[in-house]
């Protein structure tokens, strides 16, 4: 453990504890496995988490799987999925789509897959736990795959885009980023960063197949990264990663389609210079949204309006290190999780439940190149 200022940090978590046990909640220090995705041999390391000290515990490798970008989990926390960015796999020029079967908090390996091409960074498993998508950033490409008892089918479904926006880097042809599903799960979203839109799909859960349903499309060099949806089931905040912007956007639950209400800028009004949006956290009642930039390296914090999704903004806090790659709040909702890529850290803040507030300063822990965090 690194600590980045313990004095600052425990005068704000004392002042959470203060808060919480005056209305009446008590938390029992309790352990959970927490799987990180690295981005090195490794793959995906265990860790045990403690919700009543904010601290990690190195539980060694989970699984040795090259370069995992992102992981997420079945309903009721039964299997995980990997996203591996590597150029090939099984001697093909794709990147890998993995699946494990999580007992007594270690990881049994169930199948593996090619995605459809190399550089697999992301993916998302549909509500019903049937259908699993991934994204590739380096092949511009994205598949689907039909889930039974854990285990991956090959891909049923792949789409090769070939848009490309202005940004002669970064933009020099499609990205693949990142896959998600609407709040009926009727929907399903591949934001590509490369071509300033996100594809829209109508989601069959019995085949896994997907059918083409429209697009929406993002500024021209904004560079669309990620897609969530608030709890109210009409808003999904849209982060531009090459703009550090943020469209709010309506969700139309007849088509599918997403529409832009506003714009809101990530970065300060006299900032000049590299940064990049990138990920976003929403508390499950709906009341606080949080934004992560990269290269200037912050949190944002903002209020939501539940009925409309409307953001007002805090303020914005230290992420702790350099290159926040996914960050997450705790099941307690108590503390926020960031993964600082760059700085091979996990940091840790305490957060206030009743005003969204995140401290000023945590700690952090050890972990290889990480990449994404999963409670599971």
């Known amino acids: 453990m690194r600590n980045l200022s313990r004095r600052t940090f425990f005068r704000s978590a004392s002042a959470i504890t203060i808060l919480t046990a005056s209305s009446r909640f008590s938390f029992a220090a309790t352990r959970q496995r927490v799987f990180v995705g690295s981005g090195t041999a490794n793959g995906i390391l265990a860790f ?14 989970a699984a040795k799987v090259d370069t995992v970008d992102w992981l997420t989990c079945s309903p009721g926390n039964r299997f995980l999925f990997a996203a591996c960015e590597v150029d090939s796999f099984n001697g093909k020029p794709t990147g ?10 270690k990881l049994l390996p169930l199948s593996a897959q090619n995605s459809a091409s190399k550089g697999t960074c992301h993916v998302a ?16 490409s994205a598949a689907s795959f039909l889930v039974t008892d854990g285990k991956l089918s090959p891909a049923v479904w ?57 697009a929406y499309h993002a500024r021209p060099g904004a560079g669309p990264r990620t897609l969530h949806f608030h709890p109210n089931g009409i808003t999904a905040y849209n982060v531009n990663e090459l703009i550090s912007t943020v469209d709010v956007l309506s969700w139309n639950k007849f088509d599918g389609s997403l529409t832009r209400q506003t714009s809101i800028n990530l970065l300060p009004d006299d900032f000049h210079g590299t940064s990049r949006a990138c990920d976003t956290v929403i508390t499950r009642d709906g009341r606080f949204v949080y934004f992560a930039n990269r290269d200037n390296n912050f949190l944002y914090a903002f209020k939501a309006d539940f009925a409309t999704g409307a953001l007002t903004p805090m303020r914005r806090s230290s992420c702790g290190g350099k290159i926040p790659r996914n960050f997450v709040l705790d099941p307690t909702e108590r503390w ?18 009743q005003t969204g507030e995140l401290a000023n300063e945590g700690k952090s822990f050890p972990a290889g190149t990480p990449m994404r965090i999963l409670f599971a």
Do not use: K
Not at 182 to 201: E, T, V
């Open 336 to 353: 926020m999780l960031v993964a600082n890529q760059d700085s091979n850290l996990i940091s840790v803040f305490a957060r206030d439940p």
């Open 96 to 105: 890998e789509v993995a699946s494990f079967s999580v007992v007594g908090g």
């Open 158 to 214: 792949t789409e090769h885009y070939s848009f490309h926006g202005p940004d002669s880097d970064r933009q020099e042809a499609a990205h693949a980023h990142f896959c998600s599903f609407s709040p009926d799960n009727r929907f399903a979203y591949i934001n590509d960063l490369g071509g300033d839109m996100i594809h829209i799909y109508r989601l069959n859960t019995a085949s896994a197949h997907l059918a083409f349903a429209g």
């Open 125 to 140: 498993l549909d509500r019903t736990g049937r259908v699993l998508l991934s994204a590739d950033y380096g092949g511009g």
């Open 48 to 61: 045990d988490w403690d919700s009543a000290t904010g601290e990690l515990f190195p539980a060694g490798v």
